[in-house]
């Protein structure tokens, strides 16, 4: 069974560098999604796609974050600059197309970045 | 003030026991309501799923809400130390489909 997929696992890195997450979605679902969860608190919404057209934005996605899904396969979340405030869990999550019965958004392991 | 209110918790009961878990919301337009639970240094799953208001249950579990007080539960009947989790209460205005707005989540711990 291959469900949503994220690497790295986990990242550490400095404050001021550049990192870039991967998520693999289920490979029929159109739909990708991005959240954020920091210690004791749920996940936030960060943004998602429509096949490679991202649809929304959260007002969480500063300057310096970007995210990308350039053939509506795979999906990047780069993180410029770091700050230690982004230190994090980044969740990825997929969904199937509208209209074939499924709703539920299936979420990955994600990926735990602390920022030192 | 945050969209999904939920209280974190923890909450710690014995074996067997019926656990109820609530979250409150404030945006009319929120037409779904889900629980996921998450394990530890796992991603969220879904549980229950419910549109508008209503009971809906599902084994040992069963979700209200109650759109006209923005009230959402969850209980769990005969509780096992297996559903020791965080319940995370979430809604969004399309199903799955767009936007999910999740609560805190609240821990929880049963007691063998």
């Known amino acids: 069974d291959t469900g949503v997929s994220q690497n790295p696992r986990h990242k550490i890195t400095k404050r001021g560098q550049n990192v870039t997450f991967r998520c693999d979605p289920i490979s029929e679902h159109n739909r990708l999604y991005w959240y954020r969860q920091t210690l004791g608190q749920g996940p936030e919404f960060l943004t998602y796609?429509?096949?490679?057209?991202?649809?929304?934005k959260s007002r969480l996605l500063s300057d310096r974050f970007s995210a990308e899904r350039p053939k509506g396969s795979f999906s990047t979340l780069e993180i410029q600059r770091t700050e230690q405030g982004d230190s994090a869990m980044y969740l990825c999550?997929?969904?199937?197309?509208?209209?074939?019965?499924?709703?539920?958004?299936?979420f990955g392991p994600g990926t735990r970045l602390t920022v030192t | 003030q945050k969209e999904v209110e939920q209280d974190p918790g923890p909450l710690s009961v014995p074996e067997g026991a019926i656990v109820s878990l609530n979250c409150t919301y404030s945006n009319s337009a929120f037409q779904y309501f889900m629980w996921y639970r998450q394990y530890s240094r796992k991603g969220p799953e879904l549980l229950m799923y419910?549109?508008?208001?209503g009971n809906k249950e599902d084994g040992r579990f069963t979700a209200q809400v109650d759109k006209s007080s923005k009230y959402i539960s969850l209980f769990i009947r005969d509780s096992q130390p297996s559903d020791s989790a965080t319940y995370l209460c979430?809604?969004?205005?399309?199903?799955?489909?767009?936007?999910?707005?999740f609560g805190t989540g609240t821990k929880l711990q049963v007691i063998p």
């Open positions: 979430a809604t969004s205005r399309s199903g799955g489909y767009q936007k999910v707005t």
């Open positions: 796609f429509q096949n490679e057209a991202q649809l929304e």
């Open positions: 999550a997929s969904s199937p197309p509208v209209g074939t019965g499924g709703y539920e958004q299936y």
């Open positions: 419910t549109y508008s208001s």
